[in-house]
């Protein structure tokens, strides 16, 4: 079973950036990773996702414009940045594996089985 590790959260002024990253456990490419977002009192929702090439990714409506994700050619390792934070983008950050419909960026949480623990982004003045 893969296991995920995120790094990167932390406080961030209004209009500054941050960089996430994930690092998976297992070593081959066999997933699709993804980010997905949980902010107090609110269900949790997709930000961003990468095939498992790292070839073809989807961003949330929220995140398109300011938004980048990467993937390492090892393959194990994804970073995502956001650009113009907003006190709306304060949650929990997680990171996820899908091993089924891995040659898409699936945005649907359903896809998703294996989570890392969450890093807390928040952004504030």
């Known amino acids: 079973q893969v296991q995920l590790v995120e790094s990167g959260g932390g406080l961030v002024q209004p209009g500054g950036s941050l960089t996430l990253s994930c690092t998976a456990s297992e070593r081959s490419r066999r997933y699709a990773l993804g980010w997905f977002r949980q902010a107090p009192g609110k269900e949790r929702e997709f930000v961003a996702s990468?095939?498992?090439?790292?070839?073809?990714?989807a961003y949330s409506d929220s995140m398109k414009g300011r938004c980048t994700v990467s993937r390492e050619s090892a393959g194990n390792t994804i970073h995502m940045r956001i650009d113009n934070l907003k006190p709306e983008d304060t949650a929990v950050y997680y990171c996820?594996?899908?091993?089924?419909?891995?040659?898409?960026?699936?945005?649907?949480?359903?896809?998703?089985?294996?989570w890392g623990q969450g890093a807390q982004v928040t952004v504030s003045s």
């Open positions: 996820a594996a899908a091993d089924r419909n891995i040659f898409n960026a699936p945005t649907d949480i359903s896809f998703y089985d294996y």
């Open positions: 990468l095939n498992v090439l790292g070839v073809k990714i």
